[in-house]
């Protein structure tokens, strides 16, 4: 290499010191590299191939060319922003606006929102309802996202636990294996007060789980709640070779109300740490904080600085931390409750770990490695605090907001599908699909018609059985087709969704397109707008 060096001369040399320095250091750095190209091959010129040092020279290009083909062929990183929100609502019903809980006014606008709410109301009449219909929360957070073009991707109640997961809608086709769990963990695992609701899925290829906690309450409680965070770890389990538990896959979000206190501090220590605002002095003391040093389990979680307020305990409908006197046994009144980071988010990105010598986890391990060097994610917090304007509950809500950077695994959907030709309720319609990609299809997929802004997969206005329906069209492309009868007479703006049953998700979206207004019904005056203003004329007394 010196040889080669001293064949270039001092004047390349000069020339890349001297442009480097230039203010655009980028730019000059490429024009000296092309200059110094340039002495390159005139240096060729005047090799003799015969000599090592022509050896050695082509050795070193060969060397570079690799590095550039490896640098070209290295698959594009994308930024993902996800917007996490974690609230004890306490029972109570939604406020009116949570513009601020979402940030909906922020000109970032995520890409992902995952939503865990704890003790929402279950009472015996609510939660039979809640069964058949949303309940008032999620029915809340579905009508702001939704026209904003966000779809509930999955969702998971266990009594007061609740869990919503958004995405926006252009990702949708790319979220798949979706599946949900729970685990009961109050009054000796048999009632759901207490627990863990989870929803896990595969974004863009990569294994994501998230984990809604309410742990059990008060001080002296931490191991317990330590132990209740293990067994629902241990025991939920999914139906996915590449990730069959929580702690398999490649990012665990855990949040919640953990409970988790701050000991052996007074209480007006911890009050005036927080007036001053130097939460710093209060976090040696945090229950989580402490344990994270002795458990292994949490060692592998991270979370971002306190800098926030404790969130628990308030006087509802104020910013006060707790003023009130409680009742106890003969008439004793009670200590205030002590202010608490009760309400947290975590994450835990896998370890890369060397191969097991098991036999049956040797192959599993390399290939996890190989994954993560070829598929790279890592997390990064942009912001951990908490909403103190909301007084509807004695705990305040508590916001993450994250990007995730990671390298798709693919790009392309696995079903393509479009409308074919006009759309009416006058004549049945056609819808064209192709699989882009081989995946398990099912007599139980469907295509289903939906109105542009549609709130989850549910929100259907009709569909059709793809095995029932599907009439030979060609190799590639095939063709299903919807009746007239369940097409929307006043039209609209529509979308294709292609469901796959064996995955459990939208594998599939068309562009939008328009639905025209029924003919038939203008003609004879069918359109529901007209219809009701005969049903009233044939109910007045005047008819």
Same mark, same amino acid.
């Given at each position: 290499?010196?040889?080669?060096?001293?064949?270039? #001369?001092?004047?390349?040399?000069?020339?890349?010191?001297?442009?480097?320095?230039?203010?655009?250091?980028?730019?000059?750095?490429?024009?000296?590299?092309?200059?110094?190209?340039?002495?390159?091959?005139?240096?060729?010129?005047?090799?003799?191939?015969?000599?090592?040092?022509?050896?050695?020279?082509?050795?070193?290009?060969?060397?570079?060319?690799?590095?550039?083909?490896?640098?070209?062929?290295?698959?594009?990183?994308?930024?993902?922003?996800?917007?996490?929100?974690?609230?004890?609502?306490?029972?109570?019903?939604?406020?009116?606006?949570?513009?601020?809980?979402?940030?909906?006014?922020?000109?970032?606008?995520?890409?992902?929102?995952?939503?865990?709410?704890?003790?929402?109301?279950?009472?015996?009449?609510?939660?039979?309802?809640?069964?058949?219909?949303?309940?008032?929360?999620?029915?809340? @957070?579905?009508?702001?996202?939704?026209?904003?073009?966000?779809?509930?991707?999955?969702?998971?109640?266990?009594?007061?636990?609740?869990?919503?997961?958004?995405?926006?809608?252009?990702?949708?086709?790319? =979220?798949?294996?979706?599946?949900?769990?729970?685990?009961?963990?109050?009054?000796?695992?048999?009632?759901?007060?207490?627990?863990?609701?989870?929803?896990?899925?595969?974004? /863009?290829?990569?294994?994501?789980? @998230?984990?809604?906690?309410?742990?059990?309450?008060?001080?002296?409680?931490?191991?317990?709640?330590?132990?209740?965070?293990?067994? =629902?770890?241990?025991?939920?389990?999914?139906?996915?070779?590449?990730?069959?538990?929580?702690?398999?896959?490649?990012?665990?979000?855990?949040?919640?109300?953990?409970?988790?206190?701050?000991?052996?501090?007074?209480?007006?220590?911890?009050?005036?740490?927080?007036?001053?605002?130097? /939460?710093?002095?209060?976090?040696?003391?945090?229950?989580?904080?402490?344990?994270?040093?002795?458990?292994?389990?949490?060692?592998?979680?991270?979370?971002?600085?306190?800098?926030?307020?404790?969130?628990?305990?308030?006087?509802?409908?104020?910013?006060?931390?707790?003023?009130?006197? /409680?009742?106890?046994? @003969?008439?004793?009144?009670?200590?205030?409750?002590?202010?608490?980071?009760?309400?947290?988010?975590?994450?835990?990105?896998?370890?890369?770990?060397?191969?097991?010598?098991?036999?049956?986890?040797?192959?599993?391990?390399?290939?996890?490695?190989?994954?993560?060097?070829?598929?790279?994610?890592?997390?990064?917090?942009?912001?951990?605090?908490?909403?103190?304007?909301?007084?509807?509950?004695?705990?305040?809500?508590?916001?993450?907001?994250?990007?995730?950077?990671?390298?798709?695994?693919?790009?392309?959907?696995?079903?393509?599908?479009?409308?074919?030709?006009?759309?009416?309720?006058?004549?049945?319609?056609?819808?064209?699909?192709?699989?882009?990609?081989?995946?398990?299809?099912?007599?139980?997929?469907?295509?289903?018609?939906?109105?542009? #802004?549609?709130?989850?997969?549910?929100? /259907?206005?009709?569909?059709?059985?793809?095995?029932?329906?599907?009439?030979?069209?060609?190799?590639?492309?095939?063709?299903?087709?919807?009746?007239?009868?369940?097409?929307?007479?006043? #039209?609209?703006?529509?979308?294709?969704?292609?469901?796959?049953?064996?995955?459990?998700?939208?594998?599939?979206?068309?562009?939008?397109?328009?639905?025209?207004?029924?003919?038939?019904?203008?003609?004879? #005056?069918?359109?529901?707008?007209?219809?009701?203003?005969?049903?009233?004329?044939?109910?007045?007394?005047?008819?």
């Amino acid at each position: 290499m010196d040889e080669i060096s001293r064949l270039l #001369g001092a004047a390349g040399r000069a020339r890349s010191d001297t442009l480097s320095s230039d203010a655009t250091q980028s730019t000059a750095s490429r024009l000296a590299l092309r200059h110094r190209l340039s002495q390159l091959m005139t240096c060729v010129d005047d090799l003799d191939p015969r000599t090592e040092l022509h050896d050695k020279m082509v050795k070193t290009l060969d060397s570079a060319f690799r590095s550039c083909a490896r640098r070209a062929n290295r698959p594009k990183k994308d930024h993902f922003r996800l917007h996490m929100v974690t609230w004890n609502v306490a029972t109570a019903d939604p406020p009116e606006d949570v513009a601020s809980l979402l940030h909906l006014n922020s000109p970032k606008t995520p890409d992902l929102y995952v939503i865990g709410l704890q003790e929402v109301y279950s009472g015996p009449v609510r939660f039979v309802s809640d069964m058949v219909l949303d309940d008032p929360w999620s029915q809340l @957070f579905i009508s702001i996202l939704a026209p904003r073009h966000y779809v509930k991707v999955s969702s998971m109640r266990m009594q007061g636990l609740l869990l919503l997961f958004f995405s926006k809608l252009e990702h949708v086709p790319f =979220i798949r294996d979706i599946q949900a769990t729970y685990t009961r963990t109050g009054i000796f695992g048999y009632w759901g007060n207490k627990g863990g609701v989870s929803v896990r899925l595969s974004f /863009y290829g990569h294994t994501l789980c @998230f984990l809604n906690c309410h742990l059990a309450a008060h001080m002296k409680y931490a191991n317990e709640r330590v132990d209740e965070f293990e067994r =629902i770890v241990d025991t939920q389990t999914f139906d996915c070779k590449k990730a069959p538990r929580i702690m398999d896959h490649r990012l665990v979000f855990w949040f919640g109300d953990l409970n988790f206190r701050i000991q052996d501090h007074g209480m007006h220590f911890v009050r005036s740490c927080i007036n001053n605002q130097t /939460y710093n002095l209060l976090w040696s003391h945090d229950q989580l904080i402490m344990l994270k040093e002795k458990e292994q389990l949490l060692q592998e979680f991270e979370e971002g600085p306190l800098d926030f307020q404790p969130t628990y305990k308030f006087d509802l409908n104020s910013d006060t931390y707790d003023s009130r006197l /409680y009742a106890t046994w @003969f008439g004793f009144n009670g200590k205030k409750r002590k202010p608490a980071w009760t309400d947290r988010i975590l994450w835990r990105v896998r370890p890369k770990s060397p191969p097991n010598d098991e036999p049956d986890l040797k192959d599993v391990k390399r290939k996890q490695l190989k994954e993560e060097e070829e598929y790279p994610l890592k997390v990064r917090q942009e912001l951990y605090t908490s909403s103190m304007e909301y007084s509807i509950s004695d705990h305040k809500p508590v916001i993450g907001i994250f990007t995730l950077e990671l390298t798709k695994m693919y790009q392309t959907p696995l079903v393509s599908l479009h409308a074919e030709g006009d759309w009416s309720a006058d004549i049945d319609s056609m819808v064209l699909y192709r699989p882009l990609q081989p995946f398990p299809s099912s007599t139980w997929d469907w295509i289903g018609l939906y109105k542009v #802004g549609f709130s989850s997969v549910s929100d /259907y206005i009709t569909y059709t059985w793809v095995k029932d329906d599907e009439v030979a069209f060609n190799e590639e492309v095939m063709q299903v087709f919807m009746s007239k009868e369940e097409i929307p007479v006043r #039209g609209g703006e529509c979308v294709l969704c292609y469901y796959s049953n064996s995955l459990r998700c939208i594998i599939g979206i068309s562009e939008p397109f328009k639905v025209q207004e029924s003919k038939v019904a203008v003609a004879e #005056g069918l359109l529901p707008e007209r219809i009701n203003g005969l049903d009233k004329i044939a109910r007045s007394d005047d008819f």
